[in-house]
């Protein structure tokens, strides 16, 4: 069984490995170096707070891996637990999150539903008269993408995955039957049984290749670095407003990772020649927003660094896993969640290709033909 790989990020790196644990020949192809393209832009979070019970089925599954990636992979990926909190400004929203509380307590999340005063015991800097409610898990939290790529290229490379860097996938050949025969390159044709097209925000590239419409938009989304007037500790949660759609969470040296998305348009961008840059007006925004949150934030933060990645957006903000047509397997369109939800990504994978079916979760409504159906999953817990 030989499969070929379509995608040097996190998602191809963990399906790659998969397989050849189930014993897989694997062949991977990534356009320009691994992480590139979405994986290296990403925040880090690691949560299983979901509204949707399979979102936080694909989290929870992947947090177990997550717990114990230093021991297996030999790679310290930085992973600590700040925890994440969801706030409420108004009654509706408080109501959604004490929703989302419930749902994720029934498989298996120990979320809790928080007054604001409690919220604020957690985050001593927020400006708790502004909220009315929020949700939290001790347990959720960041690790270093970049880190955890590492650890599972390198294990990938041990298990013997043959990983091509500087390589692209011009072309998918099928048989006469449509079934899956090989993929084209610029120097050669690579014979495979399978093709996993887990390219991010190129994956609707590749599916053209097999004559598959993939509805996966990328979405242009922008973190900082900021220096707060008052350094936050390490100890404060990933802290997101629901209703403002902002948020940030605690770096090193009392710094912060923020952002958020306030624009009504929201265009599809290229995923070859996009603004990786900040602007000094969404910054400014940024910390405008973020100081009406807490109290760390005022006229003498400082802004570090930023930086612009692609989220591969579906339209109801969750994942295609699925053979969409015979030999080619897609596990593509996270909406964010990619790293968080990568290890589980790559088993399922594994899984549909190696053993015929998925087993580790149910993910039976995941499929590319449910938007066509009208069937759209409901997820509130998005982070812009």
Known sequence: MQVVVI???????????????????????????????????????????????????LSKESIEVWESFE?????????????????????ETAAQLEENVKRQNEVGVDSEFLEAEE????????????????????TDGVADPHLALQGFSKAADEAGVDIRTKTEAIDIQQDSTGQVS?????????????????????????AEFVGVDLPISPKLRHLMVAQPDT????????????????????????????????????????PDAYSKQVTLDWSAKVIEELSDVAGYFGPETVVKE?????????????????????????AAGFSGHGFMQSPAAGQLVSEVIMDGSPSLIDISKLTADRFDRGVHLEEGTVID
């Not at 919220?119 to 929020?134: F, I, Q």
């Not at 090989?182 to 590749?206: F, L, N, S």
């Not at 339209?315 to 030999?327: A, K, L, N």
């Open 7 to 57: 995608g040097g990020g996190i998602i191809g790196i963990a399906s790659a490995y998969y397989l050849r644990q189930k014993g897989a020949k694997v062949i991977l192809l990534e356009k320009g170096t691994l992480g590139s393209g979405s994986t290296d832009r990403a925040n880090g979070g690691i949560r299983a707070q979901f509204s949707s019970p399979v979102s936080a089925k």
């Open 71 to 91: 021991d297996e992979f030999e790679t310290d990926i930085a992973y600590r637990k700040p925890g994440y909190m969801f706030l409420a400004r108004n009654e």
């Open 119 to 138: 919220a604020a015991e957690l985050c001593p800097g927020l400006n708790s008269d502004n909220y009315v409610a929020a949700s939290y898990l001790g």
């Open 182 to 206: 090989g993929v084209k390159t610029a120097d050669e044709i690579i014979e495979a049984d399978y093709v996993v097209d887990a390219a991010g925000p190129w994956a609707p590239r590749v």
């Open 231 to 270: 350094a936050v500790d390490e100890t404060v949660p990933f802290t997101i407003d629901q209703d403002r759609g902002v948020h940030f969470r605690p770096e090193r040296n009392g710094a912060v990772v923020c952002g958020g998305h306030f624009d009504d348009s929201d265009p599809d961008q290229n």
């Open 306 to 330: 930023g930086w612009g990645g692609l989220y591969s957006v579906t339209p109801d903000h969750h994942p295609i896993i699925e053979e969409v047509t015979p030999g080619f397997v897609v």
